[in-house]
Structures are given as C-alpha cells and as structure tokens.
C-alpha cells in the first residue's frame, strides 16, 4: 500500500486497524482519529440529548482536555439512537490537497459471488407507482425513495485500502469512515448538510441528478438536459425553499443564491446551491441544534417532512439505518461538519451493502428512478475495484 500512496499514508492513518479509524476530510478539515473514551448511543431528538453531550464534554474537560470532540454517524431517522464516540485521540488539520495526483489502485479488485436488490426491481417500479398515486390526493410535494444493493465478495475487504481508493478516484467529495457497532460506513459524499464555525454557518444542498457518461458529447448533453429539466429544477428548489426556512428562524442574515449551479462528480450531475449565514454573537446554537432544525432534508427524505417520512416508513421495505443520515464531528464549542451519508457502504468482512435513492415528484418516471439510483452506486463499485455489472 505505501508504494502506492507513499505521500499520503500517514494521513490517511493506514497504519491503523480498521476498526479503529475514523476519518473526515473536506475542503476545510480532515479530522481522524481513533479509540474511544465515551460512548453516546441514544437518539438525537432524545429529551436529554443536549444535557448528555455536555456531561460528555465536561467530563473530557476534566481529564486535561482543552476542546475534546464527537464523532460519529447520525442515522436518517433521529428517533433513532446515533453512534457517537469521544476519541481517545484525534486530530484536526488542514485537509488534503485536493490537486494531489490520482493514484488510483488498480489492483484492488473484488468478484461479486451474490447480489439482492431491495426492493427488487419490479418492486422498485410498484413502490414509485404507488408515490405517484399520492401526489393526486395529498399535500406531499416530493418524497425521497431508496434501494439498498447487498453483495457477498470473494474476499474479505481490506478497509484502509478501500478508503485510499475512494478519495482517489473522488478527491473533490466529502470522504469517511465510520466505525460502527458490526461494521465500516465509508464513502465518498457529494453534499455537505452544515458546517459550523463560530457564528458563522454553510450548506451546500443538491437535488437533481444525471448519469454521467464516458462520451464527452454524451457527457455535455447530459448536462444540458439537467440544467434545462423543470423536473429537477422543481425538485432542488423544494430543497432549498425547506433550508431556508428552517435557517431563517436561527439566523441573523441568511444568503441564498437564486439559481443553482452545475457541479459533477466522476459518476454524476447535480443541481448545487450555496447557503450562507450568520449566527447571533451571544449563544449562537451548536452544530446540532442546527442539525435538529434541517434535518432530514428534502433531498433526503421529501416534503411535507412528516408526510414523507411516513410514506418512507410505509413503501420502503428495509430500513436505511445510518444511510442518508450523517456522518461528522462537533467539538466542544459547538462547531462541527456533518455531510449526509450517501455514496457510501456498509462493510463487513467481505459482506458490503450499498444505497442510493431518487426525489420522487409529481413528473417523475419509475423506470428513470431505478437508472438514477444504480448510477449512484457506481461510485462506490469502481471504488471496490467491481467490474460485474450488478446494477
């Protein structure tokens, strides 16, 4: 591996038992660390949520601690419990160079001896079927529909290796691992929820995607019916419209940016939009106050909020877990960047379960909900080195 990466090892902390790891990078911060000095397993929406995370900071305190911190994964549904640690050892440096070259391990490889779609995908056409029944006799705008992939691969996974891969052939994403109770969330994020630095704040949402493709004609095309797509367009702005409302009763001054950009990731297209805002000087709310206010998004969930979830709970037929929820830290000051938990996997040993799910609006078409879906796996499939076409 250090022949490989023989620049970029001791950043990436291979030396570390994979279990152990845990690792954020982003434009602003990579911060990695390992072992645990206290566990908090209980919901974020918990009554006693605010007052457990400051005995877990004053007890760090206690110990020598000037700013300890928390890391870990929240999962989509904040009823239920997240899985955060206090390290017993962590740092906080500049990121990565995101112009680093591209050393790509083309000798990471895996055969896929089994894969399940759920739902499958006649079901995954039935299930977008039955959201597009609802719109006709309900207020819900859009509702966020997903399917998980599971793979059993010839061999165990060698996790630091994978993550070395994955910010290889994805430097500009929001890249981690997350050790979990029975096994790794590692991935490659395309969208940051929030970022919080003193009384200053930042999210960056998407909604609206495309199929990338290997034709650079095909490519700009693909691009072009995005941005053109009133479809999409109509789906980002339910997005940003429920971030801002959700910022405007916390915030001093709130910059949004009327029209959404273009950005890509080397698989996808997306609709971008930039939040800005200012917090007040005198007890500005802590990353997960602001957290509590905006999430789930719609991009991740639907809107109405509640009508979505409830819909989620009723079509989907697995439970998402820590996928599209987050993946971060926060300090004890209160500031921290969580991005939500997509482009991603699940691993355990050589057991590897994937995730990827479409806005569903009133003008969508099932059969292009499961195409966008499985290009949004290929991210993480071309970090395993699969070569099957499973999707």
């Not at 660390?33 to 209980?42: E, H, K, P, V, Y």
């Not at 300890?68 to 390290?87: E, K, R, S, Y």
């Not at 500031?335 to 991603?344: F, M, P, S, V, Y």
Request: hydrophobic share 40%; aromatic share 8%.
């Amino acid at each position: 591996m250090d022949t490989i990466f023989p620049e970029y090892a001791d950043t990436l902390a291979l030396n570390h038992s994979q279990n152990d790891l845990f690792l954020f990078n982003s434009n602003f911060n990579l911060v990695r660390a390992n072992g645990i000095s206290q566990r908090l397993t209980i919901p974020v929406l918990a009554n006693t949520f605010h007052h457990d995370v400051q005995a877990v900071f004053k007890r760090e305190k206690a110990q020598g601690k000037n700013n300890p911190i928390l890391v870990g994964a929240i999962p989509f549904d904040m009823n239920q419990a997240a899985q955060l640690v206090v390290p017993e050892w962590y740092e906080r440096v500049k990121p990565l160079d995101r112009t680093w070259p591209s050393f790509v391990d083309k000798d990471f490889v895996h055969h896929v001896c089994e894969h399940s779609f759920g739902p499958s995908h006649v079901d995954f056409l039935d299930m977008i079927e039955q959201a597009l029944s609802i719109f006709e006799s309900g207020p819900l705008k859009k509702v966020v529909l997903s399917k998980i992939l599971k793979l059993t691969l010839d061999r165990n996974v060698d996790v630091p290796r994978l993550l070395a891969n994955i910010m290889a052939q994805n430097p500009s994403a929001y890249h981690f691992s997350v050790p979990l109770e029975n096994s790794v969330l590692i991935g490659a994020s395309p969208e940051l929820l929030i970022r919080k630095q003193g009384n200053k704040i930042f999210s960056n949402p998407l909604a609206g995607s495309a199929k990338r493709f290997d034709n650079a004609d095909a490519d700009r095309q693909a691009a072009k019916s995005l941005s053109n797509s009133k479809k999409d367009h109509y789906e980002h702005r339910l997005v940003v419209d429920a971030i801002r409302a959700s910022l405007l009763p916390v915030v001093e001054r709130l910059n949004v940016r009327e029209e959404p950009s273009l950005i890509s990731t080397p698989t996808m297209w997306h609709l971008s939009t930039d939040i800005e805002a200012t917090l007040p000087a005198v007890n500005p709310p802590s990353v997960f106050d602001l957290i509590k206010q905006i999430h789930p998004t719609p991009a991740m969930c639907g809107t109405p909020t509640l009508q979505a979830q409830h819909h989620i709970e009723d079509l989907e037929p697995h439970q998402r877990g820590f996928f599209s929820g987050l993946v971060g830290w926060c300090d004890a000051e209160g500031n921290g960047e969580w991005a939500i938990a997509i482009r991603c996997a699940e691993v355990s040993e050589n057991k590897v379960t994937l995730f990827a799910g479409a806005g569903v609006v009133p003008d969508s078409n099932p059969e292009s909900e499961w195409l966008e879906t499985s290009a949004k796996m290929r991210t993480m499939l071309n970090a395993f080195g699969i070569k099957e076409d499973v999707i």
